[in-house]
């Protein structure tokens, strides 16, 4: 279908990257949920922590959800052929940073903190991680 108006495609292939992007985005998310409901963790970033998950996806990335979200919208910017969201992807990821992942890091507790801290050797009874 030919464009009425508007800027050329982004590149040859941007469709299949984007949904290339996307089920990877979409996979990650869905993987780190399933990890932390499998830790007993909570998942809703405005509730207290109840659990440090450091396996599946946390082993490599300390937010993946986030990381997700990113890769979602550079997928979307493939799929739909637009470039916005290739600059909405940075600006999402530094507002993220600071407003969800800075603030909670400063005053981030768990609710089971007498139990004890995860070490790299493992968790003390009571944490998920590890």
Same mark, same amino acid.
């Given at each position: 279908?030919a464009?009425?108006?508007?800027?050329?495609?982004?590149?040859? &292939?941007? *469709? #299949?990257?984007?949904?290339?992007?996307?089920? !990877? =985005?979409? /996979? @990650?998310? +869905?993987?780190?949920?399933?990890?932390?409901?499998?830790?007993?963790?909570?998942?809703?970033?405005?509730?207290?922590?109840?659990?440090?998950?450091?396996? &599946?996806? *946390? #082993?490599?990335?300390?937010?993946p959800?986030? !990381? =997700?979200? /990113? @890769?979602? +919208?550079?997928?979307?910017?493939?799929?739909?052929?637009?470039?916005?969201?290739?600059?909405?992807?940075?600006?999402?990821?530094?507002a993220?940073?600071?407003?969800?992942?800075?603030?909670?890091?400063?005053?981030?507790?768990?609710?089971?903190?007498?139990?004890?801290?995860?070490?790299?050797?493992?968790?003390?009874?009571?944490?998920?991680?590890?």
């Amino acid at each position: 279908m030919a464009r009425l108006w508007g800027p050329p495609a982004l590149f040859p &292939g941007a *469709f #299949a990257a984007g949904g290339l992007l996307v089920g !990877l =985005a979409l /996979g @990650l998310d +869905l993987w780190a949920m399933v990890e932390m409901r499998r830790r007993r963790a909570n998942i809703l970033p405005h509730r207290a922590a109840t659990a440090l998950v450091t396996t &599946g996806p *946390f #082993a490599w990335s300390r937010n993946p959800i986030y !990381l =997700a979200n /990113g @890769l979602l +919208l550079l997928g979307l910017g493939g799929l739909f052929d637009n470039a916005w969201f290739f600059v909405a992807a940075p600006v999402a990821a530094f507002a993220t940073d600071r407003l969800a992942i800075g603030a909670r890091n400063d005053t981030w507790r768990p609710s089971s903190a007498r139990r004890g801290p995860c070490t790299s050797a493992g968790c003390a009874a009571g944490w998920a991680g590890g």
